[in-house]
């Protein structure tokens, strides 16, 4: 019993980096298939076959376009769009926040844990470093003279070996985070641009824009104000008559 708690003591740190690493290599493949390969589509070809069909009115069609494609964010966004375009302004607006907010958790889903994952190794291979060095001191101070050197080489070893440890899973799995985390925010950003584009099209289809006709018309002159008949005519005389 003494011996396992004290392996446990004496290699804890070491232990408890590994399964950290295990654990994040995990995630960041999770997070690498999810935001590379699913959520992966050609944003301009898929915008552009989605524009056609709105302005050919056939906003239905444009539904099942998105549909076929749902599990890309995008396409869930502008299908929830799509399908209010019936409404009003407001509708529309409305039917845009409630799919953002239906996409936006599952982009940035499990991403924190490993910027967690990265700060907590380093401090774990930290700790190590400590009760390492604290084995060492022990060693000099309070081990039997036969036992003091390997003791002491045992607590340097345990130091220097957490230390790495802890680096080497903290500095793959940050710049691991750094990529996903950009690559979240590229498809927030395709998703915001091409989202508020859809919405300021089914807002404006039916804009009927002036003509040089409407805006001047051939019988312009015929509506004006009649001018005032005493234009030019002299002004009243003031003086009295004798």
């Known amino acids: 019993m003494d011996s396992l708690i004290s392996a446990i003591v004496d290699h804890g740190p070491v232990y408890v980096i590994v399964v950290m690493g295990i654990c994040g290599l995990a995630l960041i493949v999770e997070r690498v298939k999810v935001l590379y390969f699913d959520y992966a589509i050609q944003s301009e070809s898929f915008m552009t076959q989605v524009k056609s069909y709105i302005l050919s009115d056939k906003v239905e069609d444009a539904v099942t376009f998105c549909a076929a494609n749902e599990k890309a964010p995008l396409a869930h966004v502008i299908k929830g769009v799509l399908e209010r375009s019936d409404r009003d302004d407001e509708g529309i607006y409305q039917g845009l926040d409630i799919s953002l907010s239906e996409v936006i958790p599952n982009l940035g889903r499990r991403l924190g844990y490993l910027s967690m994952i990265s700060n907590v190794a380093t401090l774990v291979g930290l700790l190590g470093t400590i009760l390492g060095l604290i084995m060492a001191f022990k060693a000099v101070s309070f081990a039997d003279p036969s036992q003091k050197q390997i003791i002491l080489s045992q607590g ?87």
């Not at 996903?180 to 584009?197: A, C, M, W």
């Open 156 to 242: 340097i070893s345990m130091a220097m070996t957490t230390t790495a440890l802890g680096l080497s899973v903290a500095i793959p799995v940050m710049i691991a985070y750094s990529f996903l985390h950009s690559r979240q925010n590229k498809l927030l950003e395709e998703i915001s641009e091409y989202s508020t584009k859809v919405v300021d099209l089914l807002m404006t289809r039916h804009y009927q824009p002036f003509t040089e006709d409407a805006a001047f018309p051939d019988d312009l002159e015929a509506k004006k104000i009649p001018e005032s008949s005493s234009k030019g005519s002299p002004p009243p005389s003031n003086r009295k008559s004798a």
